[in-house]
């Protein structure tokens, strides 16, 4: 018995000491051959070219521009006179915007313009104060005009020169006096029954001056310090335009 069990002991020993079989562990191998990674293939879009829209500007139709030295009257209505002054005798109204054609300018007296107006295409003259009128941008043919009397109308009445003119100085102040005469019936004409004619010496500078009055006699200014010598006439009218002059004896 106890000789069995030794050998059953021996058994299990000898059983235990043995080394037991590995089991196959299976081994990863690198690949020497890269694996090729896919990159994306950039795609190029095109980029849209902004072409401006072109806006269209309405076209602006001009004005004609008048082939003449011109100007616009600038107020509301303005008087154009037989003579470059005041006091000479109505021809025409004007009224704002008209277009003047501007011929020239008094000499000695650039406030006053010498305008042709047409009417009934017929074309005719007279004279408006330079602060009337707004003057176009071209004035270099203009001229100077020496004659008051472009246009001046005589009376087609039997009246005489007036009589009685005279003159008399007081410093600088020349008062011209004249006999007054009648109109015959009908031959009112509403205006202004003398006119006096003076170049003379104001400011110190020679200047052309016309006076209009009902009255008998006018002072006019008159210094002694130009080298021209001053001289003037006077005029009667009536509806119809102005009597001879009669030249004034300066004094």
Same mark, same amino acid.
């Given at each position: ?19 037991? =079989?590995?089991?196959?562990?299976? !081994? ?6 890269? @694996?090729? !990674? ?18 269209? @500007?309405?076209?602006? !139709? ?24 005041? *006091?000479?005798?109505?021809?025409? +109204? ?30 005719? *003259?007279?004279?408006?104060?330079? =602060?009337?009128? @707004? ?19 005589? +009376? ?18 020349? !008062?011209?006096?004249? =006999? ?32 209009? @009055? ?38």
């Amino acid at each position: 018995m106890k000789i069995r069990l030794t050998f059953i002991l021996i058994g299990i020993l000898l059983t235990a000491c043995a080394a037991p =079989e590995p089991t196959a562990t299976p !081994t990863l191998t690198a690949s020497n051959t890269p @694996t090729e !990674t896919a990159t994306p293939t950039s795609t190029h879009t095109p980029t849209a070219t902004f072409t401006p829209t072109e806006t269209l @500007t309405p076209s602006i !139709t001009p004005t004609p521009t008048p082939d003449f030295v011109w100007g616009t009257i600038n107020v509301a209505m303005a008087s154009c006179r037989f003579g470059p002054g005041g *006091g000479y005798l109505l021809r025409a +109204t004007l009224y704002s915007d008209d277009i003047v054609e501007i011929v020239g300018h008094m000499e000695l007296n650039a406030n006053w313009w010498f305008v042709h107006l047409q009417n009934r295409n017929k074309v005719y *003259g007279c004279w408006v104060s330079q =602060e009337l009128i @707004t003057l176009g941008p071209d004035q270099s043919t203009t001229v100077v005009i020496t004659d008051p009397h472009i246009v001046l109308p005589w +009376t087609t009445q039997p009246y005489d020169a007036l009589e009685g003119v005279s003159a008399s100085r007081n410093g600088n102040v020349v !008062t011209v006096r004249w =006999e007054p005469f009648a109109w015959l019936p009908g031959d009112d004409s509403g205006q202004l029954k003398y006119l006096v004619e003076a170049w003379v010496c104001q400011d110190g500078t020679f200047v052309f001056r016309a006076y209009g @009055t009902n009255e008998t006699f006018i002072e006019i200014q008159d210094e002694q310090t130009c080298t021209e010598e001053s001289y003037g006439r006077a005029f009667g009218s009536d509806k119809h335009g102005y009597t001879n002059w009669k030249t004034i004896p300066w004094p």
